[in-house]
């Protein structure tokens, strides 16, 4: 949910930036608004993978292993069979 709020935050900021050309930006009009998207969905998807490992691993261990053995997955496959 935190990404998508900083993704919204980039859009309404970047079209306006590009699209008026304020802030130092280029005045590009609706091409502007294209590459506002652009912009906002490419940062977005580099964060993603920070917010993941960094922050979320630490609070729900979602990167942890947890080691199967060989009898078990045998018994599901035996159990899942029978008729």
């Known amino acids: 949910m935190n990404i ?3 993704n919204s935050a980039l859009v309404v900021f970047l079209t306006y930036a ?3 050309g304020k ?3 280029p005045d590009l009009g609706l091409q502007g608004a294209g590459w506002c998207m652009v912009a906002a969905e490419g940062i977005t998807l580099l964060l993603n993978p920070l917010v993941h ?4 691993n630490d609070t729900f261990f979602t990167c942890s292993w947890v080691p ?3 009898r078990q997955i045998w018994l ?3 159990e899942s069979m029978k008729l």
């Open 18 to 20: 590009l699209v008026y």
């Open 23 to 25: 802030s130092g930006f």
């Open 4 to 6: 998508s709020i900083i």
């Open 53 to 56: 490992n960094k922050f979320l």
């Open 76 to 78: 599901l496959l035996v």
């Open 68 to 70: 199967i053995e060989a």
